[in-house]
C-alpha cells in the first residue's frame, strides 16, 4: 500500500501544533502572573505593615487620614490579587483544554483580556494618595475616588454607609507578628463533637463555631463595640416606620468558589431555604416566621426585607441572617439537607478543605478549614484552622498539653489549678472573661409529656415540683465546689448587666424545708415508710437526668443533683450521653430532665425561640414544653416594644414570670475561659468573644483585652 501525505494529515498537523503553541503560551502567561502576583503580595504586606506603624503612631488626624487612605489602597491591591489568582485558575483550566479569548473566569462574566487590563493598572500604580473618610452621610466614596452612587436607594431618605468590612485589631500591626509561609496550622479542641456543620442546621454552640468562619451575612455584631456594622453590605436604609430595610450589597463580595454574591441569593436563602417547611431550619424559623414578611431583589445588589410589624429585632434579623450560594445548596433536595452534616459554602475568610455530598466532613472526624483565596476581605494569617473534640476534660487538657492543640476550653478546677502554677504562665495565654456569649447552665425540667403529647406526663408538669427542685440545689455550694469559685449563680434566662436582668432579682434559696412542704402539697410524700416518696397511686418519685460528655464536672454535677434528691426521698438516675447523638433526645422530648446551657449571638436576645410555646411545635427549641400563656403575652409585648426602657422593664416582668414557674433551674453563669498557646499572636478578649481569623502563629504574644 502506498503511502500519501494528504490534506488530512496536514489539518491533523497543523492543530496539534496550534495546540501545543496555545499551550505554551498559556504556561508561558500563567508565570507573568505568578510574577505579578508576588509582586502585589509583597506591596499589600508593605501597606499593612506601614497601616500598623501610623496605627500605633496615635490617633491625630493626619495619621488617621493616611491609614484610610492606605486602607483603600490595600483593599484595592486584594482585590487584584483575587483577580490574578481567578486568571491563573483560566489558565489552569486552559491547559487540561484550550478555549478562546472570550471565555468568562469562573463563572464570574470577567474575560481573559479584562483581568490583563486591570492586572497592568494595578502593578503600575504608584505610591497611595489620600482618600476621603466614609461617613454616614456625605457623599465621597469609601476610596475616595468619587460621589457615592445612590440610585439603588429610596429617594430622600437617610443612607446609613458603612465602613468597609476588616480586622478589629490587624494582626499585622501587633508587634511580633509573623506570616505563617502558607503552612501555619490553629486548631482548637471543643469539649464536644459538633453533630453538623450545615448553615441553620448546625444548632450547637460546637458547629456554629465552625459555621462562623465560612457564612457570613449582611451586617454583624463589631466584636468591640457590639454594634451592628456592614459586613456584606456596605450601606443600609432604614424605614423610620420599622416596615422596611433596602440594603446594598458590596460589588467584590463573592462566594468561596469565586461566584458572584447577589441579592438573588439574599432572596432565595431566606424564602426557598429557611422558610422552606421541608429543610429542617425550624429554629430560625420560629423566629423570622413573624419578622420578616419578605425578600425583594430591586436589583442585583440591592435588596428590600418588607416586616410584618415593627419589631425591636427586625433589622438585626435581616443583616444577620447568613448568605448562602444559590447556585450550590439548590442543587440539593430538602431531604438531601437533611440528612447531611458538612454542606457547608460561604463568602467568608475560610472554607472547608473538601466539599462534596459524596465525601462530605462528618463526626468523629476532625474539621479542617483552608484559607479561601477568594475572600473579598482582608487576607487572615493562618492558613489552616482544625477543629477536634475530645469530651473527657483530663484527656482533653492532657492533649493540648503534649502540644495536640492551640486552645482549648479547659474546666473551672483545672482553669484554678493551672494558673496558680508560674511555669504554666510563662507559656499559656490563660483567658477567663464575661462576653456576649457567655452561657447559663441548669436543668431543663420536662413540663410536659416524656416523648411528646402521647407520652406520660413528668412529675415536673407540676409547677409547685419545679420549684420544691429549684430550692433542693444549694447553687452557691455547687458554684463553689464544682467550678472551684468560677462563675456566678444565674438568676434567670439573662446575664447580669443585660438589660432584661433586674438587678434587685434574688435567686431562689436552698431551702430543703419549704421544698418538702411543696412536694406534699403537690402530692408527693413517703406513704409506706420506705424513705420514698410517692403519689397518691403509690408510684415512687423517680426520675433520670441526662448529661453530655464526662469529666470531673459532669460526675459531680450528676452526682450532687443525685444526693441533693435522694435526701428527700426521690431517686434519681443519670443517663450520660455523648452530644453529637443528643439531638434526637432534645427535639423528641425524651428526657425527665436534661442539663444543658444556652450561649448568645446578640447583645439583646429574643427568648422566643426557646420559652415561647409556639417554639414546643415542629420540634422547636422549647424542650422544657413550658406552655405559659402569661409568658408567651410578655414575649409578644416585649418583641414588639421599640423604646430600649420599656422593653427591658418588659422583659424583667416576663423573668419574674419564669422565676415563679421555674422550667429550667438555672445553676451558673458561665464566663469564658481558655488556655491558648503562647506562641499564637493577637489574642484579644473582646466583648463578643474571640476572632480566630485575626490569630498569628508565631507571634509569643499575650492575650490583651478588646474592651
Not at 248 to 258: C, E, K, L, N, T
Not at 625 to 631: G, R, T
Request: proline share 5%; net charge neutral; glycine share 10%.
Amino acid at each position: 500500500m502506498q503511502n500519501r501525505f494528504g490534506i488530512k494529515d496536514f489539518v491533523l498537523i497543523m492543530l496539534v501544533v496550534i495546540v501545543g503553541l496555545s499551550v505554551w503560551l498559556t504556561m508561558f502567561q500563567r508565570g507573568r502572573e505568578w510574577t505579578k502576583l508576588q509582586g502585589m503580595e509583597q506591596k499589600i504586606d508593605g501597606q499593612e505593615r506601614a497601616l500598623g506603624r501610623l496605627e500605633r503612631a496615635g490617633d491625630n488626624k493626619a495619621a488617621m487620614d493616611e491609614i484610610r487612605g492606605l486602607r483603600a489602597q490595600v483593599e484595592q491591591l486584594a482585590a487584584g490579587r483575587d483577580e490574578t489568582l481567578r486568571a491563573i485558575a483560566a489558565m489552569s483550566a486552559k491547559l487540561d483544554g484550550v478555549s478562546g479569548n472570550k471565555r468568562a473566569v469562573d463563572g464570574t462574566g470577567i474575560t481573559d483580556a479584562d483581568i490583563q487590563k486591570r492586572l497592568d493598572e494595578l502593578v503600575k500604580q504608584g505610591n497611595p494618595g489620600k482618600s476621603a473618610s466614609s461617613g454616614s452621610s456625605g457623599t465621597a466614596s469609601a476610596t475616595g475616588t468619587g460621589p457615592r452612587d445612590e440610585s439603588w436607594a429610596r429617594p430622600g431618605l437617610k443612607i446609613d454607609w458603612q465602613e468597609p468590612w476588616s480586622f478589629v485589631t490587624d494582626p499585622r500591626s501587633v508587634k511580633g507578628y509573623r506570616d505563617g509561609g502558607g503552612a501555619s496550622e490553629f486548631t482548637e479542641t471543643f469539649e464536644a463533637q459538633p453533630a453538623k456543620i450545615v448553615p441553620f442546621l448546625g444548632l450547637d454552640v460546637y458547629g456554629r463555631r465552625v459555621i462562623d468562619l465560612v457564612m457570613q451575612s449582611l451586617g454583624s455584631y463589631d466584636p468591640k463595640t457590639l454594634k451592628m456594622r456592614g459586613q456584606l453590605a456596605d450601606a443600609w436604609q432604614a424605614d423610620p416606620a420599622g416596615l422596611w430595610l433596602r440594603v446594598h450589597i458590596r460589588s467584590d463580595a463573592r462566594f468561596s468558589d469565586g461566584v458572584k454574591l447577589t441579592a438573588e441569593d439574599v432572596r432565595w436563602t431566606f424564602h426557598d431555604f429557611v422558610m422552606n417547611e421541608q429543610v429542617e431550619t425550624e429554629r430560625d424559623r420560629s423566629t423570622l416566621r413573624d419578622s420578616i414578611k419578605s425578600v425583594t431583589v430591586i436589583d442585583e445588589r440591592t435588596v428590600e426585607f418588607a416586616f410584618f410589624e415593627p419589631l425591636f429585632l427586625n433589622e438585626s434579623n435581616a443583616l444577620t441572617l447568613f448568605i448562602l450560594p444559590k447556585h450550590f445548596y439548590s442543587k440539593f433536595t430538602p431531604a438531601e439537607i437533611n440528612k447531611s452534616t458538612g454542606l457547608l459554602m460561604g463568602s467568608g475568610p475560610y472554607k472547608l478543605e473538601r466539599l462534596s455530598l459524596d465525601t462530605e466532613w462528618s463526626p468523629p472526624s476532625p474539621v479542617v478549614l483552608v484559607r479561601n483565596e477568594y475572600y473579598w476581605g482582608p487576607r487572615s494569617v493562618v492558613d489552616r484552622l482544625r477543629f477536634k473534640a475530645i469530651d473527657n476534660e483530663l484527656a482533653r487538657l492532657t492533649d493540648y498539653t503534649n502540644g495536640g492543640s492551640d486552645m482549648i476550653t479547659p474546666s473551672a478546677p483545672q482553669f484554678v489549678s493551672k494558673i496558680e502554677d508560674p511555669d504554666w504562665n510563662k507559656e499559656n495565654q490563660n483567658l477567663n472573661w464575661v462576653n456576649m456569649k457567655s452561657g447559663r447552665s441548669g436543668i431543663i425540667w420536662n413540663c410536659g409529656a416524656r416523648g411528646g403529647p402521647t407520652g406520660k406526663p413528668t412529675p415536673f408538669a407540676d409547677k409547685r415540683v419545679r420549684q420544691a427542685m429549684t430550692m433542693l440545689m444549694d447553687r452557691e455550694k455547687m458554684v463553689r465546689d464544682i467550678w472551684k469559685g468560677v462563675g456566678v449563680v444565674a438568676k434567670g434566662f439573662n446575664n447580669p448587666g443585660t438589660p432584661g436582668c433586674d438587678p434587685d432579682a434574688k435567686p431562689w434559696p436552698y431551702d430543703t424545708t419549704r421544698a418538702k412542704a411543696l412536694l406534699k402539697e403537690a402530692g408527693w410524700e413517703d406513704r409506706n415508710g420506705d424513705r420514698v416518696l410517692e403519689n397518691k397511686d403509690g408510684q415512687d418519685f423517680v426520675f433520670e437526668v441526662t448529661t453530655f460528655g464526662t469529666g470531673e464536672v459532669s460526675e459531680k454535677t450528676g452526682a450532687f443533683i443525685k444526693d441533693a434528691c435522694a435526701a428527700v426521698g426521690i431517686r434519681v438516675t443519670i443517663r450520660n450521653m455523648d452530644w453529637s447523638v443528643g439531638d434526637p433526645v432534645r427535639k423528641q422530648r425524651d428526657f425527665d430532665a436534661l442539663l444543658m446551657g444556652w450561649g448568645a449571638n446578640a447583645p439583646e436576645s429574643d427568648p422566643k425561640q426557646i420559652f415561647h410555646s409556639d417554639s414546643i411545635k415542629n420540634q422547636g427549641d422549647n424542650f422544657a414544653q413550658w406552655n405559659s400563656p402569661a409568658s408567651d403575652a410578655l414575649i409578644e409585648q416585649a418583641r414588639r416594644e421599640l423604646n430600649p426602657d420599656k422593653r427591658a422593664q418588659l422583659w424583667r416582668d416576663w423573668e419574674a414570670v419564669m422565676h415563679d414557674e421555674q422550667p429550667y433551674t438555672w445553676v451558673r453563669v458561665q464566663p469564658w475561659v481558655r488556655f491558648i498557646d503562647g506562641d499564637v499572636g493577637n489574642v484579644v478578649a473582646y466583648p463578643k468573644g474571640l476572632e480566630v481569623w485575626e490569630f498569628f502563629r508565631g507571634g509569643a504574644a499575650s492575650a490583651t483585652p478588646g474592651n
